[in-house]
């Protein structure tokens, strides 16, 4: 009679397939030194789901093999970039906290353009932890809205994040169906292009949108900038939830060196700036504008 054929339920096979305590208590004062997400113990199930995405691209079996090949030796800082790809969050929507965009359109924008900001130049919007480009892409929505209304005027948006794989959705600018919902109807036949096969449930960002959107690689907590510019508004909300308060400090110092006086800081409305030290003063709900 042949022998059954080992399983991942046997319990061999379930401790081959996680990882040793020891190597994620390593692997996650790792990932909050480089980029600021604490990975308490509760994370540990969760982390290993995410990180078996990388085993069949590396030809491994389990993530034993993974540890042992990867996170225990020098070559965990080469599959560094692929690992944080497979770990971070990439929750988003297009018009995600509307009351943002509403703040945005109802009174930053038009005292921007009273100063003369968007005529003389761009008005210029960052926004940080991008994911795969809703919250860049509702931005350039918005904007373009009061370009139609407002003749000469001018802006630039860029995206940043440190997930790769999200940089590369974001400049495709393609999204499922499921996103289309808070977006409303006028914006849809103005700004977004439906697939033309029945069975492609897919729409894409119109062109001209597209072009006004940038995309760069960026970690937050060690930001390289892709050259001297600074921004008028920038957009980093529902990422400071994840740093500890050393982390978060540290994080908004970089960005607050970025945006200009009298600039405006969104973060997201489950965050607080409470007992950090920022040369800020609140605007709105969530919202701070530079000193």
């Not at 940089?167 to 036949?189: M, V």
């Not at 982390?247 to 007992?275: D, I, N, P």
């Amino acid at each position: 009679m042949p022998r059954p054929r080992e399983t991942l339920s046997s319990s061999a096979s379930l401790s081959d397939d996680t990882l040793p305590p020891k190597v994620f208590r390593s692997l996650a004062e790792l990932i909050e030194e480089e980029i600021g997400i604490r990975l308490p113990e509760s994370k540990k199930t969760l982390v290993e789901s995410r990180l078996r995405r990388r085993l069949r691209p590396l030809g491994l079996q389990n993530l034993k093999e993974y540890a042992s090949q990867y996170l225990e030796t020098d070559l965990l800082y080469v599959e560094f970039p692929d690992l944080i790809n497979a770990l971070t969050t990439n929750k988003t929507d297009f018009f995600r906290e509307k009351s943002h965009f509403d703040l945005l359109s109802e009174k930053v924008i038009p005292s921007f353009l009273h100063e003369g900001m968007g005529r003389l130049r761009p008005l210029r919007i960052w926004s940080v932890a991008c994911s795969i480009g809703a919250e860049p892409y509702t931005l350039a929505m918005v904007l373009a809205e009061h370009a139609r209304l407002t003749p000469g005027f001018q802006y630039t948006i860029r995206g940043f994040d440190i997930d790769s794989e999200a940089l590369f959705k974001a400049r495709r600018a393609i999204y499922d169906l499921n996103y289309l919902d808070p977006i409303p109807e006028t914006l849809r036949s103005r700004y977004l292009l439906r697939a033309r096969a029945a069975n492609n449930h897919t729409f894409r960002i119109a062109p001209e949108l597209r072009r006004k959107v940038q995309f760069f690689p960026l970690n937050v907590l060690t930001p390289e900038w892709p050259d001297e510019e600074t921004a008028d508004i920038i957009f980093c909300r529902n990422v400071l939830i994840y740093f500890n308060r050393p982390k978060q400090q540290r994080a908004l110092e970089g960005l607050c060196a970025r945006l200009r006086s009298g600039g405006v800081l969104f973060v997201g409305h489950s965050e607080s700036l409470q007992g950090l030290t920022l040369p800020v003063r609140p605007f709105a709900s969530a919202a701070y504008q530079r000193l």
